[in-house]
Structure formats: C-alpha cells, structure tokens
C-alpha cells in the first residue's frame, strides 16, 4: 500500500519560513493530484494548495501569493514552500494523494499522511 510522510515542520516567528516536504512511497505508477490541507486547532481541514499532475497549482485565498507547492513527478514527492507565515497559519499540515495508480489497471484512493505541526509565534 501507498503511504505519505510529511516532515519540515517545526517552530518559527511570524514572517519566517518553513519548507515542508511529503513523500509517497510503495508501488507507485502514477499520481494524479497531490495537495497540502491545513487544519487548525479546535477546526476543521482545509485545503491549502493542490497540484495535479501536468496542471497548475491551486491555493487557499489565505495563503495566494506566501506559500508554493511544488512537485518532483519521479520522486513523488510534494514540497510545501511557507512565507510570510502568520500565527494564523499555525496548526498540523497534512499531505494527500488523491488517486495513485499502483499498477497497470489498479488504483488506491484518497492516501493522507500523518501530519506534521506547525508553530507560528507572534
């Protein structure tokens, strides 16, 4: 099976930057879209940015112009680059893969990692 690690998190003051990186690993073809979500405490998820495979990247209003995602399409990675960060911006950041083709006709769904915090202070 398919499995997501984020790491990069950590600690940082209000304007710094982090660069966050997800990697999949496991018998991968393929994968469609990779996005990073942003889950606040006491929220619910939500998406931050997303790209597809051969698209162009998507972001929250809240992050437009501070944060890029980036993906390496060999290494099935997807990095999360974080400007201009903001207490606001404080919470678990979570990577997903939305279909991953693992085999000629077969598919996994819908893959998230575990999460790695982020700390903004003011």
């Known amino acids: 099976q398919v499995q997501l690690v984020e790491s990069g998190g950590g600690l940082v003051q209000d304007g710094g930057s982090l660069r966050l990186s997800c990697a999949a690993s496991?018998?991968?073809?393929?994968?469609?879209?990779m996005a990073w979500y942003h889950q606040a405490p006491g929220k619910e998820r939500k998406l931050v940015a997303r790209?597809?495979?051969?698209?162009?990247?998507t972001y929250a209003d809240s992050v437009e112009g501070r944060f890029t995602i980036s993906r390496d399409y060999n290494k099935n990675t997807a990095d999360l680059q974080m400007d201009s960060l903001k207490p606001e911006d404080t919470g678990v950041y979570y990577c997903?893969?939305?279909?991953?083709?693992?085999?000629?006709?077969?598919?996994?769904?819908?893959?998230w990692g575990r999460g790695t915090q982020v700390t903004v202070s003011s």
């Open positions: 496991g018998t991968i073809f393929s994968i469609n879209a």
């Open positions: 997903n893969a939305d279909v991953i083709r693992v085999r000629k006709h077969s598919y996994e769904y819908e893959k």
């Open positions: 790209l597809a495979h051969g698209g162009t990247p």
